[in-house]
């Protein structure tokens, strides 16, 4: 059942796998279905990319990595199920989701059995509560305060509008963690209506967006998930309203341009990694991807937090002794100034949740570097 690329599907293991001596297995859980369907599929390319790598140089200690994979399929009760499947097998460590709820269920699973969680891209700031989660990126703590400061410092806007998803808690923090820092610096948040998704009517958003008109905003902070941001963005230009479009890295998906039939083109968003980024990990991780994907850029940010997740993980595994759950977790908590694509990682003394530098990525018509530009980048002491 382990394709040529070192991956087995969990839901096709009849039973556990018992590793060779000379094999390590890793769990992988992502939503290779459902909504984060395009942040699941690039997620697990980018752990079989890390993988890949140093198997083709010899391994770790000799041994070669085995991933063991399950789709989570974008909910979080998958999530606990695909996890208690991969931990049927002999893993030293559970790699995912890019989603927190999802997350929240792989860590409460491998909590149990002692195995470590490196979290793909979920940013609820206190997932340690729910067990031994080591993550890549940066939180919702610093998403809202990175683009107020760019608002106001580099966009110069003075007088904006956030529409915020009150069924989504991410929303809900991005947008007042948003709302708070910007006025701190100086400028005005003059109408902060909400929708909600998932309900079973399609949310009307017309009326919200009329008022926003009437506020004549130059900005508009829209704390949801792509798959309504791109909808109201098109309503919203259609109403006549001309003001900035800004968001957080739940706007990473292509759809967001179709759904929005160009309109959020000129919109800018915090994200952890853009093609044309100057970092130079972010350069080498590009070349390699392109030479592997026909010459195509990444469709999402998930492909590079996958990479440095499971390079994370196995830089860490080189500095064991023993190739063991408790051995890996201490290497994990000892990281300092891992050289990732998305930035430099450090674990060490920050309870799994690493300083991260902040990308702001401004959205353009697709080309052939994708549909995202590098706008800038803010590190931890830039953050007002």
Known sequence: MISMLGLILSSAISKPVSPPLDTILIGCIASLTGDNKPWGVDQMAGYQMAAGEVNNLGGIQGKKIILVAGDCASRPDMALTATEKVLENDVVAILGDCSSGNTIQISKAAAAKGIPVVACGATKPNLREFGNIFRVNYTDDVQGPAMATFASEKLHLHRVATFADSALPYSEKLNKDFTEHFKKLGGKVVASP?????????????KALKAIAKAKVDGIYMSGYFTEVGTISKRARALGIKAVFMGGDGWDSETILKDSSQKIVGGY?????????????????????????????????MAALGYDAMALTLDALKRTKDSDPKSLTEALEATIGFKGVSGNISLAGMNGNPPKRVIVVKITPKGASGWQSFAGALMPGDIK
């Not at 350069?283 to 990444?298: E, I, M, N, S, Y």
């Open 269 to 301: 968003f915090t994200n952890h990694f853009v093609a044309d980024d100057p970092w130079p990990e972010s350069k080498t991780f590009l070349a390699k991807w392109k030479q592997a994907h026909g010459g195509q850029v990444p469709n999402t940010t």
């Open 194 to 206: 909400t929708y909600e998704s998932g309900s079973r009517n399609a949310p009307n958003y017309d």
